[in-house]
């Protein structure tokens, strides 16, 4: 990878990644709808709407990988959701075949499969369960990858990142959590390594807790650092302060689940 294109850069991921892939290729793009204000001088960034495809595909010309952070990150409303995660990511994805890019390493989330029980041990095989419509457009992106990659010979690594912070912040959290240098290691194994040409990877660091095979990443030779163990006085302290939530206590996706729900008794999967 010589050129790496890096979309979402304003949001709190593609904040962190601008101080952690410094360095690592030769050349790196920045890109957000907006100018982060704390921009680096030394970085190169490119202001694009992902929803406009002509400004898109002018911004993955001559890059060799993408990825894709863009779009909203959390639950909106149909009409948000629509433009940036779902028109978004199509341009992303037909934009990187019309100029040959190599790689794309999509951002998806474990809301895509929000709806399966904590009580279930899931890999990436499972049909998915979104639990939201930002759980459905990361769903989305991933069945999009899987065509890009089957039909045009694109090198797609779909990574269902959990809770990406410094530290996992409660119960939940403990399972899913991923600390930034795991995730940086896992979009690595997507932009070079040899062997890849479809996968999912769960993004979560080495959880005790966790509800996640993640078979396929470690194949790949990803080994997380990050242990949410290590934090878990700190997290299960933390969750004494929450309100019981049923819905949301019972489904991985948590307040993603409960959020707008309205079917009569429940929770029902398992
Ligand atoms: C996500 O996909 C979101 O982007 C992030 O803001 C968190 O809500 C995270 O999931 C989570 O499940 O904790």
Same mark, same amino acid.
């Given at each position: 990878?010589?050129?790496?294109?890096?979309?979402?850069?304003?949001?709190?991921?593609?904040?962190?990644?601008?101080?952690?892939?410094?360095?690592?290729?030769?050349?790196?793009?920045?890109?957000?709808?907006?100018?982060?204000?704390?921009?680096? *001088?030394?970085?190169?960034? %490119?202001? !694009? $709407? +992902?929803?406009? &495809? /002509?400004?898109?595909?002018?911004?993955? #010309?001559? =890059?060799?990988?993408?990825?894709?952070?863009?779009?909203?990150?959390?639950?909106?409303s149909w009409e948000r959701?629509?433009?940036?995660?779902?028109?978004?990511?199509?341009?992303?994805?037909?934009?990187?075949?019309?100029?040959?890019?190599?790689?794309?390493?999509?951002?998806?989330?474990?809301?895509?499969?929000?709806?399966?029980?904590?009580?279930?041990?899931?890999?990436?095989?499972?049909?998915?369960?979104?639990?939201?419509?930002?759980?459905?457009?990361?769903?989305?992106?991933?069945?999009?990858?899987?065509?890009?990659?089957?039909?045009?010979?694109?090198?797609?690594?779909?990574?269902?990142? *959990?809770?990406?912070?410094? %530290?996992? !912040? $409660? +119960?939940?959290? &403990? /399972?899913?959590?991923?600390?930034?240098? #795991?995730? =940086?290691?896992?979009?690595?194994?997507?932009?070079?390594?040899?062997?890849?040409?479809?996968?999912?990877?769960?993004?979560?660091?080495?959880?005790e807790r966790s509800w996640?095979?993640?078979?396929?990443?470690?194949?790949?030779?990803?080994?997380?650092?990050?242990?949410?163990?290590?934090?878990?006085?700190?997290?299960?302290?933390?969750?004494?302060?929450?309100?019981?939530?049923?819905?949301?206590?019972?489904?991985?996706?948590?307040?993603?689940?409960?959020?707008e729900y309205d079917s009569?008794?429940?929770?029902?999967?398992?």
């Amino acid at each position: 990878m010589r050129t790496v294109l890096v979309t979402g850069a304003a949001g709190g991921i593609g904040t962190r990644l601008r101080m952690l892939l410094d360095g690592v290729y030769q050349r790196i793009i920045w890109s957000d709808i907006r100018k982060p204000d704390d921009l680096a *001088g030394h970085h190169d960034f %490119a202001q !694009a $709407d +992902l929803a406009d &495809l /002509a400004q898109v595909e002018k911004l993955v #010309d001559g =890059v060799d990988g993408v990825v894709h952070l863009g779009g909203e990150s959390i639950e909106q409303s149909w009409e948000r959701i629509l433009r940036a995660n779902i028109i978004g990511c199509y341009n992303l994805f037909e934009a990187a075949r019309r100029k040959k890019v190599q790689r794309v390493v999509f951002a998806s989330s474990n809301h895509a499969v929000g709806f399966y029980p904590r009580q279930r041990r899931i890999g990436t095989d499972e049909p998915v369960r979104p639990d939201s419509r930002y759980g459905v457009s990361k769903a989305f992106g991933e069945a999009l990858g899987a065509l890009y990659a089957y039909k045009h010979g694109l090198r797609v690594t779909c990574i269902r990142i *959990g809770n990406f912070a410094d %530290a996992p !912040a $409660d +119960l939940r959290r &403990l /399972a899913i959590w991923i600390g930034p240098e #795991d995730l =940086v290691q896992l979009v690595r194994i997507g932009l070079d390594h040899p062997d890849l040409h479809y996968e999912i990877f769960f993004g979560a660091s080495h959880n005790e807790r966790s509800w996640w095979d993640n078979e396929a990443a470690y194949r790949y030779g990803y080994r997380p650092s990050g242990c949410g163990e290590d934090f878990a006085a700190e997290a299960l302290a933390a969750q004494k302060m929450l309100a019981p939530d049923q819905i949301g206590d019972w489904y991985q996706g948590g307040p993603f689940c409960s959020d707008e729900y309205d079917s009569d008794g429940g929770p029902f999967a398992v």
